[in-house]
């Protein structure tokens, strides 16, 4: 991966998604819709880098009638009603090209918004489940509301949503493959070359395996460790809060005088640091 663009904006669901024929087919799966022409399909996702994720994975109109918005996440992620919410009023105003329409008496008329979340992750997840944004407001909410409606997709499960969407399917036996690797004790490269083998063998994600296989392994290689990188950020920054909130209950106890032994065995801070932190307390 020495020349794989660090910032690339596709995630592997993103890029075989990115593809009308096959979007129709899971908007119809968590529609329950029967929509026949790709054409009737107008993709509309967000741009956004990768790694910071700040855009949305997938949205669409359909046939001017319903506005979709689809987030894949291989973690559970409970303000993704807040999320969807900043998402969708960008695409909303995106869709009124006079914005001076805005201040006209006539109603500007907009295809309905629908919200979906398809996890694959480790942990546990029931087969679908409902994020309202009102939960943020200790669940009363009687001006605003936005409903996120959650799908667990991990390959195995029995989710009627992968039995009416094939693409989503195949896309499910991919990223379970790679997880059963990694189960096995392969590493991640082998995990990864594993699955992508074994779809091509059995014909999985069809000429889109084949035609980018390549792209495929690199992408799952980048999301993965993006994964890592995510969490050691995540675990970074839980260690310098705690260190921080160590600090202050040090400096308290020193202030009060209590001695370098008493303030270290009840923090766990290194002699140099508290040292240190008496240091700067005089000289403040």
């Known amino acids: 991966m020495a020349n794989y663009n ?42 956004g880098i990768f790694f910071d994720k700040q855009k949305n994975d997938i949205s669409c109109t359909i046939d001017n009638h319903f506005l979709v918005l689809v987030e894949h996440q291989s973690t559970v992620n409970e303000n993704m009603p807040f999320r969807c919410l900043s998402y969708v009023a960008e695409l909303l105003n995106n869709l009124v090209k006079n914005k001076h329409k805005l201040y006209y008496k006539g109603l500007i008329k907009f295809p309905r918004p629908k919200f979906f979340v398809l996890y694959d992750g480790d942990k546990s997840e029931p087969l679908q489940r409902t994020m309202r944004l009102s939960d943020a407001f200790d669940g009363d909410s009687d001006s605003l509301e936005l409903v996120v409606t959650a799908f667990n997709i991990n390959y195995g499960v029995p989710q009627p949503l992968l039995e009416k969407c094939g693409y989503l399917a195949e896309y499910s036996a991919l990223v379970g493959k790679v997880k059963e690797g990694i189960r096995l004790r ?19 994600m069809g000429n889109y395996l084949v035609e980018n296989s390549k792209e495929v392994f690199d992408m799952l290689a980048l ?32 202030r009060k005088g209590k001695s370098f032994d008493e303030v270290r065995e009840f923090t766990d801070l290194p002699l140099h640091r508290l040292e240190q932190l008496a240091k700067n307390n005089r000289d403040a």
Do not use: H
């Open 6 to 47: 660090p910032r690339y904006r596709d995630s592997v669901f993103r890029s075989f998604f990115n593809d009308p024929a096959r979007l129709l087919s899971l908007c119809n799966a968590v529609l329950g819709t029967g929509y026949t022409n790709p054409d009737e399909l107008k993709i509309n996702t967000l741009e």
């Open 186 to 204: 392969l590493s991640r490269r082998d995990a990864i070359s594993r699955a992508v083998k074994f779809c091509l063998d059995k014909g999985i």
């Open 223 to 254: 999301e993965w460790n993006l994964d890592d990188a995510l969490q050691a950020r995540f675990d970074e920054g839980y260690e310098d809060g705690r260190n921080e909130e160590r600090e202050s209950v040090a400096l308290k106890m020193l």
